[in-house]
């Protein structure tokens, strides 16, 4: 079955640096579109960024355009998100997503904080 399994999150100062990664199985990872999404509380789940199979096209959400980057190893089928310039308005739980059939990770918190 399809699984996705995120880590990495954790609780960094303003203006850290966190490495988020998400581990996938159960599908031909390679043929498939990812995604990051974010929740903060009380709010609704956001487009952070997505990846295209090969890896060449990615897209942002222009919050976080600049200081996030996307990435992807087909060989060990893995997405990463490194954020760099942390805001606090970066403080959500984080989920990852394979995107047609839609599923999704159980997701990984990170708190942006001094």
């Known amino acids: 079955q399809v699984r996705l399994v995120e880590s990495g999150g954790g609780l960094v100062q303003p203006g850290g640096s966190l490495r988020l990664s998400c581990a996938a199985s159960?599908?031909?990872?390679?043929?498939?579109?990812m995604s990051w999404y974010r929740q903060a509380p009380g709010k609704e789940r956001e487009f952070v960024a997505r990846i295209a199979p090969s890896g060449t096209n990615t897209n942002y959400a222009d919050s976080v355009k600049g200081r996030f980057t996307i990435s992807r190893n087909n060989a060990n089928s893995t997405v990463s998100l490194q954020m760099n310039s942390l805001k606090p308005d970066d403080t959500a739980a984080y989920y990852c997503?394979?995107?047609?059939?839609?599923?999704w990770g159980q997701g990984t918190q990170v708190t942006v904080s001094s």
């Open positions: 997503k394979r995107n047609g059939v839609a599923y």
């Open positions: 159960g599908f031909t990872f390679s043929s498939y579109f």
